[in-house]
């Protein structure tokens, strides 16, 4: 019920946040989806979430491109507005990989290290889903509410699995090119924002190390990595287990809790807020 109510109430948006969740909700037309997440980065084109997400769904394939991808080279855009984030920048690299250049791959690897972060906004596209969802009109209670933003938010996963995806078949590439695969892949194990980068990274630093010790210190760290988000993983689900309790008190202490864990994510990042509260 409450995703049908929030389904049709951003059917008629014209709020970019609610026309970027539209975008996120239409995944069975990714040309309306385009269109929406378009208008969103009009009209709110500071927010990087909407400049993000708008250079993601521009990476599909799609026959036509779609008008708002077509105007504009949106990977490229988001990585000049987000200058310190190496994941559009990663993006670049696959993209020139697609298209057999090699000497663009390179360069876009050898740029994406010295980026010191790695975002894709995730948590901050759950803050937005949870607020409207809040506002929802209705007698459904907070917990259920949280429970959807959640598994809206598990929906956003395109940047993980393009960087976890990079750089397979690396027999074809040259050993300058894996080796920046690598090293990419670790710099995003080590400095990306939330978990699903993290663990990205390690495994494409894995995959493309070469033999010996660096293999050997790939693996150490993507054990580390998994390791270490399943630590926070299996806390937050202790949490949200609440979410579902018989006792109202204890839903509604599960909530806030979920509430304030979401806020703190979205401001330093998930794996930033993990270790804060460890």
């Known amino acids: 019920m409450l995703d049908q109510a929030l389904r049709a109430r951003v059917l008629v948006a014209s709020d970019p946040r609610d026309l970027w969740i539209a975008g996120q909700l239409d995944t069975v037309d990714p040309w309306a989806q385009v269109a929406a997440l378009g208008q969103a980065r009009t009209r709110a084109p500071n927010e990087k979430l909407f400049v993000a997400s708008l250079a993601m769904a521009c990476s599909q394939s799609l026959q036509p491109l779609p008008a708002d ?151 150490t760290q993507l054990t580390n990595v998994q390791r270490r988000a399943f630590d926070c993983a299996d806390a937050i689900t202790q949490s949200s287990q609440s979410l579902e309790s018989a006792d109202a008190s204890v839903r509604a202490r599960a909530v806030s809790q979920w509430e304030a864990r979401l806020a703190r994510q979205a401001q330093v990042g998930e794996v930033a807020a993990c270790e804060i509260k460890s």
């Open 69 to 219: 991808c077509d105007a504009t080279d949106r990977l490229a855009d988001w990585a000049i507005r987000d200058a310190d984030n190496g994941v559009p920048v990663l993006l670049l690299a696959d993209r020139a990989r697609r298209r057999n250049n090699p000497e663009a791959m390179l360069a876009f690897l050898e740029e994406a290290v010295t980026r010191p972060r790695f975002d894709d906004y995730r948590d901050r596209g759950v803050v937005l889903l949870w607020e409207a969802l809040s506002a929802l009109p209705g007698t459904s209670e907070p917990a259920a509410r949280a429970e959807l933003a959640a598994a809206y938010g598990a929906r956003q996963s395109y940047a993980a699995q393009q960087i976890e995806a990079m750089c397979r078949g690396e027999q074809r590439f040259s050993d300058s090119i894996r080796l920046a695969c690598s090293t990419a892949g670790s710099a995003a194990a080590q400095r990306a924002a939330s978990w699903p980068l993290r663990v990205a990274g390690a495994r494409l630093a894995e995959r493309t190390a070469a033999a010996g010790a660096a293999q050997t210190n790939a693996q």
